[in-house]
């Protein structure tokens, strides 16, 4: 007896490691199968979750709509997506765990879509299962998923880029556990891109059962439809938003990109817009038919139990008679199932010498994966250097046409000019002057947030005031040279702000804080056409990117155009006046097509003030420098008329 148990154990190990062997042989099949389906750096694996029927909480209209709508446009759009529907905690973590394993060294775009109740506490955010049952603060997340830890599981997966969207931010039903209301503020980590339904701290609409979708959602899908880099599209889905809100939701991104993604190219990911309709009529046939078979369901299920108990007292009897003949037949296949374990396990050690080797063969191919996969990548430089070249190209062709629009609506009052210039140009190259402008007319009714680093904005807020003053220190690097001054906003004359300056000549800046004059110590006064942008119309967020060009003339008359890339890459604290203030660091590059002389600019910003508090320049064009560093020493605001 001992040794027949011997047997079967080892009998039972040698099949659990074939098994083992042959899910591992399995998976690699379907990795394989991957790549040959989609090229190296063109697979896209999305996780969409749409949690609406909450136990603890109200259901929510849309977030499984929304979802179902989301999943439908990836797919066409070269997505493998992996669905979780009403998901409890367990079901969303088994999802994140799906993703992950499909992405993993594919050197993919990962996605996580989201929509459901969101919840914010120490500066994370949490997406809410259906489970989600709250008494105390402490339970949220052990009772929820963090957002970071998403983030973190497609680091693992070794993506090359990672879009999260969160359409999380629905008022809070559980209570006061949380620590404000909306989400919290969440920088992208590298090559990521991350855009919430409204600002941190806000709340963003449901929808409506009419619409069917949630409102950001909504035009998620309008713009999906259309070919456009992400950074364009989700630009316009946030003015579509703000304006169908009346301006009280505004969508928030954050961008740490290095790379262009389109979701929608118009050549090879594309689709007839005209399928999601038909898609969306089969939907409603569908589920009208559903509940026609819900109906007859019922009514057959009352006449089946009306048969049960019959029949129940019927089974008794045949179970008794079955149990005594099973008996009989159990212990024949006892000693059967004996003889045929042995024999099995002579033939299963056979089979794992042969899967032994096949996992040989299965190690090289993946080899040979990975090698395609590093070629796709320097392929993919190439063609960035090239489609780069182009698009400066495209740029020259249509910057006429853009300052042409801009000058017919420049001095307008009316905010649907300002709407429509940035739908026509939602990252041109002078985008940023319209947002601006759109801020001044159609004012935000968001509520202003302190931001994790204490920062508050208000997007409404003026930058300049005819009053504001401050001190300056300017060091020229190159020979020691310290100049000292001071400026005043003098006056502020349709939308321009003159600033006298120490020479009694004067500064003008658009309202925004974009330069139509400025002035350094070589060159004397210099001219912008249109105005140079300096810093993002909107609100600062780190990562936030911005081209502008203008024609630029120096104090001897020479011109040339000029080309400006400006991004926000940090937050630092500047000591003014043994006053410690937190800043945004601003840097910009401006290349002159004239000489190809290269102008570097690091600014440091108070949101609110529109000249920096801190200036590092640097002009280089073969082997000549200069460098200043200027610092501002005071400053005061002025009083807003």
């Known amino acids: 007896m001992n040794l027949r148990l011997s047997n079967n154990t080892m009998g039972y190990e040698i099949l659990s490691t074939i098994r083992h062997f042959k899910f591992i042989l399995f998976g690699i099949a379907i990795t394989s199968f991957s790549v040959v389906a989609q090229a190296p750096l063109d697979i896209r694996v999305a996780l969409v979750i749409g949690n609406s029927a909450y136990i603890s909480a109200p259901t929510l209209t849309n977030p499984s709509n929304d979802a179902k709508a989301i999943t439908s446009i990836l797919k066409k759009l070269g997505f493998t997506v992996i669905n979780v529907n009403d998901g409890t905690k367990e079901q969303m973590i088994a999802g994140i765990a799906q993703m992950q394993a499909a992405l993993k060294g594919q050197q993919a775009v990962g996605m996580l879509y989201y929509a459901g109740h969101g919840l914010q506490q120490n500066w994370h955010n949490y997406m809410v299962p259906v489970d ?30 990672n879009i999260i969207v969160l359409d999380a931010c629905r008022d809070n039903p559980f209570g006061g556990q949380s620590n404000g209301k909306g989400l919290a503020q969440l920088e992208a980590p590298l090559n990521t891109y991350i855009a919430f339904a409204t600002a941190p701290g806000n709340v963003a609409q449901d929808g409506n059962e009419k619409n069917g979708n949630g409102l950001f959602t909504e035009y998620i899908i309008k713009e999906l439809q259309k070919p456009a880099p992400i950074e364009d599209m989700f630009k316009r889905v946030r003015l579509q938003v703000r304006k169908a809100s009346n301006g009280t939701q505004i969508p928030w991104d954050s961008s740490s990109l290095e790379t262009d993604f389109a979701f929608n190219d118009g050549k090879k990911h594309t689709f007839n817009p005209d399928d999601l309709i038909k898609e969306a009529q089969e939907a409603k046939a569908k589920e009208e038919e559903l509940k026609k078979q819900l109906a007859q369901a019922k009514e057959q299920e009352r006449k089946i139990a009306e048969q049960r108990e019959q029949e129940r007292l019927k089974l008794v009897q045949i179970q008794k008679n079955q149990e005594l003949e099973a008996k009989v037949k159990a212990e024949e296949e006892y000693k059967e199932r004996e003889k045929q374990l042995q024999l099995a396990q002579d033939k299963e050690q056979q089979k794992a010498l042969g899967i032994t080797q096949a996992l040989e063969r299965a190690k090289i191919e993946e080899s040979k994966r990975l090698q395609d996969i590093q070629l796709a990548l320097v392929q993919e430089q190439e063609n960035a250097k090239k489609f780069s070249a182009l698009k400066n190209e495209d740029r020259e062709k249509s910057f006429a046409k853009e300052k042409s629009d801009w000058d017919k609506i420049k001095d307008s009052k009316n905010a649907d000019d300002f709407y ?91 309202e925004d804080g974009a330069e139509l004059t400025g002035f350094n110590n070589v060159d004397g006064f210099v001219k912008f056409d249109p105005p140079e942008v300096r810093q993002p119309g909107g609100i600062f967020e780190v990562g936030n990117k911005w081209v502008s060009e203008s024609i630029v003339t120096i104090g001897n008359g020479w011109s040339s155009p000029r080309k400006t890339n400006g991004k926000v890459v940090g937050i630092e604290d500047l000591t003014i006046g043994g006053k410690t203030i937190k800043t945004y660091k601003v840097e910009t590059v401006s290349i002159n097509s004239k000489d190809q002389s290269e102008v570097f600019m690091q600014r440091w910003f108070q949101p609110g003030f529109g000249i920096p508090l801190k200036t590092v320049y640097q002009f280089r064009h073969m082997g000549l420098r200069r460098s200043t560093v200027t610092e501002v020493t005071s400053f005061k605001k002025g009083v807003v008329s």
Request: net charge positive; hydrophobic share 35%; glycine share 6%.
């Open 132 to 161: 989600f049952k709250i008494s105390k603060e402490v339970d949220i997340p052990k009772q929820a998923i963090d957002v970071d830890t998403v983030i973190d599981e497609l680091k693992k997966a070794g993506t090359r880029m």
């Open 420 to 510: 429509a210039y940035l739908n026509k140009y939602p990252n041109g190259l002078i985008s940023e002057q319209a947002m601006y402008r759109l801020n001044q007319l159609a004012e935000s009714k968001i509520l202003v947030q302190p931001l994790k680093d204490g920062i508050v904005q208000n997007p409404n807020e003026k930058r300049f005031r005819v009053g504001d003053e401050w001190s300056f220190v300017t060091k020229n690097n190159l020979t020691g040279q310290i100049t000292e001054g001071a400026n005043r906003v003098e006056r502020i004359e349709n939308g321009l702000v003159y600033i006298k300056h120490p020479s009694g000549n004067y500064l003008i800046r658009t």
